[in-house]
């Protein structure tokens, strides 16, 4: 039999284990701690040498089923979800660099990335920040104690692409752990690891959730990468299969030491959530593309930040590596218009900072999620004071059309 399309797989991955009852859904499991008939069976899951759950801070049968699915997605070997996508970010990093390690960044992040590591730079860790659209920049910072490169698909507020397969080869070649946040593209439109990614960051609060009403991160091993290589595994994870190393000190070290557990209750509502992630994010981009092509041919406007469009720098690798062009598109507006007033005109986008809703929503950038970074981080970063980012949702297009159309008039 043929293989399964994303969609068809993604439905019924639940019941591919049999969950209790036949439920069509796995069901929520709330408690904490789990009971064993034989005491020892409860030593043998804490030594890793049966499956089972012990605690709920490392595992539970709700979020297990949802790592399945965010592993099948991403065609990876294993994942762990978060609490946060933040919370991913965090514990890949914390977990498998330490004090004197070097990192690799592209320049163009979501702004609390930038800022988590930054925190990471008074931690000893050193970190390069550069133009990830190309990859001879991340060659030329190359050290002997480089460790990993993290880059982000489609970089928040300005949209620009990171050089993903130039990259990814760079570090096939140099042994380097190849780092992707692929929350802006999903795994609908692109599989990191077709680059060579050997993590892959989802926040499953934005396109995977998809409904603003769950928060959850997670982080996909693709398989690319040996870990048997990599210097900082610790000792004791450096048994059995060397492919499950990288997960198994995460999991140890970001759930268990950290504590960042995503709740059965979040996990659930997240799995359901991205059942419907093709159609939303199928709808979500055209929207955008209609809306960017609007404002790219309205006076109001002075320039359009979006990959779909043919004048964007990186358009034709947008082309080449994504099923589609993104459901987020950043504008700024003509010298002397106020970018409040934009908003506040809107009837349809909600003024809001969240991204991946079903809902249009726009925020003034520099005023908000990038104000802590100050003037001179956020100039190198292309973003101005009049900077506008919308995550476009599924609403009727012809209503988001006429919605921009009598605000920028109105402009």
């Known amino acids: 039999m043929p293989s399964k399309g994303f969609t068809t797989r993604n439905l019924h991955s639940d019941r591919e284990d049999r969950p209790e009852h036949g439920v069509l859904h796995k069901p929520v499991h709330p408690s904490v701690a789990y009971g064993y008939e034989d005491a020892r069976e409860l030593a043998e899951v804490f030594q890793g040498k049966r499956k089972g759950y012990a605690y709920g801070r490392q595992a539970n049968p709700t979020v297990a089923a949802l790592q399945k699915r965010i592993s099948e997605m991403e065609d990876g070997v294993g994942s762990i979800a978060f609490a946060t996508g933040m919370a991913a970010v965090a514990a890949v990093t914390l977990t498998l660099l330490k004090a ?13 990335t930038n800022s988590y590591f930054r925190t990471l730079e008074r931690l000893g860790i050193e970190v390069d920040f550069v133009d990830a659209t190309r990859a001879a920049a991340v060659a030329e910072k190359l050290r002997d104690n480089t460790r990993l490169v993290f880059v982000e698909t489609i970089a928040n507020p300005g949209t620009q692409i990171a050089d993903l397969e130039g990259i990814g080869e760079l570090c096939r070649r140099q ?108 709808r979500s981009c055209a929207n955008a593309m209609a809306l960017a092509q609007l404002c790219a041919s309205h006076p109001a ?5 979006y990959p779909g469009l043919p004048e964007h720098p990186q358009h034709q690798r947008a082309r080449e590596l994504f099923r589609a062009f993104g459901a987020l598109f950043s504008i700024d507006l003509r010298p002397g218009a106020d970018c409040f007033d ?62 921009f159309s009598q605000a920028l008039d109105r402009c």
Do not use: C
């Not at 004197?100 to 609390?112: E, V």
């Not at 406007?301 to 930040?305: A, D, E, G, N, S």
């Open 342 to 403: 934009f908003l506040n005109s809107l009837e349809v986008v909600v003024s809001s900072s969240n991204l991946g809703d079903t809902r249009s929503l726009g925020i003034p950038v520099a005023h908000t999620i990038y104000f802590e970074m100050g003037p001179e981080w956020r100039k190198s970063m292309g973003v101005g004071d009049s900077m506008l980012r919308f995550s476009v949702g599924i609403e009727d297009q012809a209503d988001l059309v006429a919605d």
């Open 100 to 112: 004197g390690d070097h990192m690799i960044s592209s320049a163009f992040l979501f702004g609390n």
């Open 301 to 305: 406007v002075t320039r359009v930040y």
């Open 175 to 282: 042994g380097l752990l190849y780092v992707v946040d692929n929350t802006l593209t999903t795994p609908h439109l692109f599989r990191p690891k077709t680059a060579g990614a050997g993590l892959v960051v989802n926040s499953l609060t934005k396109y995977i959730g998809g409904h603003g009403n769950a928060l959850g991160g997670a982080v996909t091993d693709s398989g690319n990468f040996d870990w048997s290589g990599y210097p900082n595994i610790l000792d004791i994870y450096r048994g059995g299969d060397a492919n499950q190393w990288g997960l198994l000190q995460i999991r140890k070290k970001g759930l268990r030491d950290m504590g960042a557990s995503l709740a059965p209750e979040a996990a659930h509502t997240l799995a359901t959530g991205s059942e419907s992630l093709p159609l939303r994010m199928d």
